[in-house]
């Protein structure tokens, strides 16, 4: 009767607590309720559902469905229904010839720049970003002709159970789902049997889905094999390597199969590759039929898997598949929940971008490149080749995990970068000459460098940037069998590679051979910048004072003491006599621009904060007027949102709503995908083209996060000095405000509630054992602690909990909203033309 009463109590006081979240929370059960709610009870109501009229005509605006491994975009028109297939992992791998070159080293384009011989610089280093290869593969397209009785309305994304669905005229609806369980898609149509389903095969398009995509013609594949068996439908493609015994041989197969069920159609769907087989090609060759005969040997096998695949989803049947598919998501949703008054779209592209996460990271498949599992479907290849752009790209797309307790799906990233600890190996050694790691900063799956304009493409500091990642894992879950095991050592060798490049300048400071700032300058001799830029100075100075850290954590005393003394070697940043920071020791920021580079110290590393003192605060006002008075003439989307990140980072919270208002509302797609350009051409930026790529996406989502909840430490290279900081940058205009078990560094648990503006209620679980430092911006209300012991520390509460003690904190509530700041944000509005 005593736990009965509990969990009632408990039940309700979270209903009291968050009522804007109570109707998107059943109630729980068992011991630990209020503590951790389970995970229905953070399941996002229909009304952040992605719902879209049709019809749809194009696929990049289409309902994104994926599993990690396989994606989906399910779009159409009338009674033609469309999914556009892909699969992680169909690359081709062909590298380009010239960086088999001998001169293709760090010690010649050192040369080369001496010398300012750019065409020489660009054949070896940028041109070879003009081969075709390598590239992401789209996979195909499934086509579903309706009985002409059924004619679409609508789209729309269920985000609780990760099934996207065609509303009919009447009120019929077609429902798919990409297995969370299983590698396949399923699809239910009710009513009269489908007039065709189809199989259509990438490859009739001219090249033109954006920057530096080609046609898939231009790859040479043979055609694809079709093929046909009962209601079985398939095709295999074999590629330009497929026929040869080598390690990249690739042959893949896309297979529907469909069964009639009572008043419906059922449909499954999947995309198989050699990849999928449990042995080496030689035990594929042995399974050729004489059926089969003319397929190679691994598309052979490719199509046996799939064959075999579609068969048991069908056997299964839609419901039998969904329940696990639909447990999975609950887990997904249920590791933290949040909601504020105000700015409703803003709330829903947050839900969507983690649904993204989901949906297309997963912990055995490939990371998301730059448009994750939903490749152009144009006849072409992706903008950019969908590659792996190691200079911004997959580092944002990975930084809104933390916050919201996506662990698995950020892990899938981490764990990518270490199976290729021996391909960095190998690109540190041939490439810088040097002991230890590094990474290309623009890279095919299997980690060879792609080029670009060298000065970005081959930065040595990117792996630094990459190793942050590292870092933040491990700080958020206070995890230290990873500590051990993966973030030191993956960061120490990265560490080792750039310590062998740093050597003394003349005034002493450990500098690079060369240095740049993405992309400031573009491809051009004057992008080479006075080493050491403030991009590579931050970069390498919060790798080398977190490895300080990570090596201190372990034990290991005399390691920590070198990584220190390098850190302090770089010197400081290089700033202008006002304050402001510019790119390297000489040149100001030289106009707007779209990468947010000489300001990486404030965000995402915490090496100049507004815990720093006046003179990190006249640095941070000094640099931040300079970027507002240049403009944003030259940003792309993700330049909004990481701005928007930034400026929550620092405290701005009134300029880092405004940031995210704009990138919401201006540049994202009608499916929530962000655009590089103003799609509503209002002026906010030059760019108004359209390819998407998804960091904008996931920086949107961390600035949601760093508006609600911070923990960076003051003292980054100090073990366990960081600091929660609890609605630390919340915007005027978001009133009312609650958040659950959003992730703090140190593995805390942190659930808030506001109120008028202010701190009404708070809920810590600690993470590990130690002191918890509470930042006390509550404006000197009165506190009722739920445990003794809480100390005041400067401008800090501290705790000393163990690993799964909570402790709670209430405030009176204000009697009214107060006046809005002189500042506070406008929302933003889009003039329609």
């Given at each position: 009767m005593k736990r009965s009463r509990t969990n009632h109590h408990r039940r309700w006081l979270a209903a009291l607590l968050f009522p804007a979240l109570a109707a998107t929370m059943p109630a729980t059960t068992g011991p630990t309720a209020a503590e951790n709610p389970g995970p229905a009870s953070r399941l996002p109501g229909k009304d952040l559902n992605l719902v879209l009229a049709a019809p749809i005509t194009t696929w990049d605006e289409a309902v994104p469905l994926g599993n990690g491994l396989l994606g989906g975009l399910l779009w159409g028109e009338g009674n033609t229904i469309r999914l556009s297939l892909d699969r992680g992992d169909l690359w081709d791998l062909r590298t380009p010839p010239a960086i088999h070159e001998k001169g293709f080293t760090y010690e010649n384009l050192q040369k080369l720049v001496r010398e300012k011989n750019q065409r020489e610089i660009s054949r070896l280093f940028d041109d070879p970003y003009g081969h075709p290869t390598p590239t992401r593969i789209p996979g195909g397209r499934l086509e579903i002709t309706l009985d002409p009785s059924q004619k679409v309305e609508r789209f729309e994304l269920n985000l609780a159970t990760a099934e996207g669905r065609a509303h009919f005229a009447g009120g019929a609806r077609l429902d798919a789902f990409f297995s969370a369980a299983q590698p396949v898609a399923l699809i239910r149509i009710p009513g009269p049997e489908p007039k065709e389903?189809?199989?259509?095969?990438?490859?009739?398009?001219?090249?033109?889905?954006?920057?530096?995509?080609?046609?898939?013609?231009?790859?040479?594949?043979?055609?694809?094999?079709?093929?046909?068996?009962?209601?079985?439908r398939w095709f295999v493609q074999d590629t330009a390597t497929s026929?040869?015994?080598?390690?990249?041989?690739?042959?893949?197969?896309?297979?529907?199969?469909?069964?009639?069920?009572?008043n419906a159609t059922l449909l499954a769907v999947t995309?198989?590759?050699?990849?999928?087989?449990?042995?080496?090609?030689?035990?594929?060759?042995?399974?050729?039929?004489?059926?089969?005969?003319?397929?190679?040997?691994?598309?052979?096998?490719?199509?046996?898997?799939?064959?075999?695949?579609?068969?048991?989803?069908?056997?299964?049947?839609?419901?039998?598949?969904?329940?696990?598919?639909?447990?999975?998501?609950a887990r997904f949703w249920g590791q933290s929940a949040l909601t504020f008054s105000s700015d409703p779209h803003i709330l829903k592209q947050y839900y969507l971008v983690r649904y993204f996460h989901g949906a297309a990271s997963r912990l055995g498949a490939p990371p998301m490149p730059l448009q994750g599992v939903w490749t152009a479907d144009a006849g072409s290849l992706p903008p950019w080749k969908g590659d792996y752009h190691n200079d911004l790209n997959t580092q944002m797309t990975y930084m809104g995990y933390q916050g919201a307790g996506h662990f698995d799906e950020g892990r899938c990233f981490l764990d990518f970068n270490w199976d290729l600890l021996p391909r960095y190996r190998r690109f540190a050694?041939?490439?810088?000459?040097?002991?230890?790691?590094?990474?290309?900063?623009v890279m095919s799956l299997s980690g060879d460098p792609l080029t670009g304009w060298g000065q970005y493409s081959l930065s040595p500091t990117m792996s630094a940037w990459i190793g942050h990642i590292f870092y933040l894992h491990w700080r958020y879950t206070a995890d230290d069998k990873f500590l051990r095991e993966r973030a030191y050592p993956w960061c120490r060798e990265v560490g080792e590679s750039l310590r062998a490049l740093l050597k003394p300048n003349a005034e002493g400071r450990l500098a690079l051979p060369l240095s740049s700032s993405p992309e400031i300058h573009d491809n051009s001799l004057r992008a080479w910048l006075v080493p050491n830029s403030n991009y590579d100075q931050f970069c390498m100075k919060m790798l080398f004072l977190a490895l300080e850290e990570m090596a201190d954590a372990r034990g290991e005393s005399a390691e920590a003491k070198q990584w220190a003394d390098t850190a302090a070697a770089l010197g400081g940043w290089h700033l202008s006599d006002n304050g402001t920071l510019r790119i390297d020791a000489k040149e100001e920021l030289p106009g707007s621009h779209r990468h947010l580079s000489n300001l990486m110290g404030l965000y995402p590393f915490n090496l100049v904060t507004a815990d720093g003192g006046e003179k990190d605060q006249r640095v941070i006002n000094a640099s931040l007027d300079q970027w507002d008075k240049l403009g944003t003439?030259?940003?792309?989307?993700?330049?909004?949102?990481?701005?928007?990140?930034?400026?929550?980072?620092?405290?701005?919270?009134?300029?880092?709503?405004?940031?995210?208002?704009?990138?919401?509302?201006?540049?994202?797609?009608?499916?929530?995908?962000?655009?590089?350009g103003d799609q509503t051409k209002s002026g906010f930026s030059g760019f108004t083209y359209r390819p998407f790529t998804l960091e904008g996406n996931f920086l949107a989502c961390a600035a949601v996060h760093e508006m609600l909840l911070q923990s960076w430490s003051p003292t980054p290279g100090k073990r366990d000095t960081e600091v929660l900081r609890i609605f630390p940058a919340t915007p005027w205009r978001w009133h009312d405000a609650a958040f659950e078990d959003l992730r703090a560094e140190g593995g805390h648990k942190v659930s808030s509630k506001r109120e008028n503006n202010a701190t009404t209620w708070f809920r810590i679980v600690a993470g590990k054992?130690?002191?918890?430092?509470?930042?006390?911006?509550?404006?000197?209300?009165?506190?009722?602690?739920?445990?003794?012991?809480?100390?005041?520390?400067?401008?800090?509460?501290?705790?000393?909990?163990?690993?799964?003690?909570?402790?709670?904190?209430?405030?009176?509530?204000?009697?009214?909203?107060?006046?809005?700041?002189?500042?506070?944000?406008a929302p933003v509005v889009i003039k329609k033309p």
């Open positions: 389903i189809r199989l259509r095969v990438s490859g009739s398009g001219s090249g033109d889905t954006g920057p530096d995509s080609h046609a898939v013609a231009a790859l040479g594949y043979p055609a694809a094999k079709m093929g046909s068996e009962g209601t079985a026929l040869r015994d080598t390690a990249t041989s690739l042959s893949y197969c896309v297979c529907v199969e469909s069964r009639r069920v009572p995309v198989t590759s050699i990849a999928d087989a449990p042995a080496p090609l030689e035990v594929a060759r042995r399974r050729v039929s004489k059926a089969q005969g003319q397929l190679s040997p691994t598309g052979s096998f490719a199509l046996e898997v799939a064959r075999r695949c579609v068969s048991e989803a069908l056997a299964k049947g839609y419901d039998a598949l969904l329940k696990p598919h639909t447990e999975w998501w050694r041939e490439f810088f000459g040097t002991p230890g790691a590094n990474v290309p900063g003439g030259a940003w792309c989307g993700y330049s909004f949102s990481w701005m928007s990140a930034l400026r929550a980072r620092v405290g701005d919270a009134e300029a880092a709503l405004r940031n995210l208002d704009i990138y919401a509302s201006a540049f994202i797609l009608r499916n929530g995908f962000h655009c590089n054992d130690g002191v918890v430092r509470i930042r006390d911006n509550f404006g000197g209300r009165s506190m009722k602690w739920s445990r003794a012991g809480v100390k005041k520390a400067g401008g800090n509460f501290e705790v000393t909990l163990k690993k799964g003690e909570a402790i709670f904190a209430t405030l009176p509530k204000p009697d009214g909203i107060p006046a809005a700041p002189l500042n506070a944000a």
